[in-house]
């Protein structure tokens, strides 16, 4: 079964760092367009950091100079270093991404959610 799995999340105190990890598994090809999202409560799920399959990349602006999106191909992981972090920072954050994967001998791709992971930032 084809999948995203996060981890990392936590609770940090401002300032502090955390780096968050989404795992594809299954039989996957490749990782093409992704993305790490955050939602806060009672708010709209917005777009952080992005990387294309060409390597290209792009930060709201509330986090550009603070978080960097990186990923692993041989492992098939896509990180979210953050830095320097905000109380405004605290929500669930998830990747999302189109997966290659083959499904019956056939390589196909889909778009996929991970399930979320939480980020507590304290003041």
């Known amino acids: 079964q084809v999948q995203l799995v996060e981890s990392g999340g936590g609770l940090v105190q401002v300032g502090g760092s955390l780096r968050l990890s989404c795992a594809a598994s299954?039989?996957?090809?490749?990782?093409?367009?992704m993305g790490w999202y955050r939602q806060a409560p009672g708010k709209q799920r917005e777009l952080v950091a992005a990387?294309?399959?060409?390597?290209?990349?792009n930060y709201a602006d509330s986090v550009k100079g603070r978080f960097t999106i990186s990923r692993d191909n041989a492992k098939n992981t896509v990180y979210l270093q953050m830095n320097s972090l905000k109380p405004e920072d605290t929500a669930v954050y998830f990747c999302?991404?189109?997966?290659?994967?083959?499904?019956?001998?056939?390589?196909?791709?889909?778009?996929?959610w991970g399930q979320g992971t939480q980020v507590t930032v304290s003041s």
């Open positions: 999302n991404a189109d997966l290659t994967y083959f499904r019956n001998s056939i390589p196909r791709t889909d778009n996929y």
């Open positions: 299954g039989r996957i090809i490749g990782i093409n367009g």
């Open positions: 990387s294309s399959s060409g390597g290209s990349t």
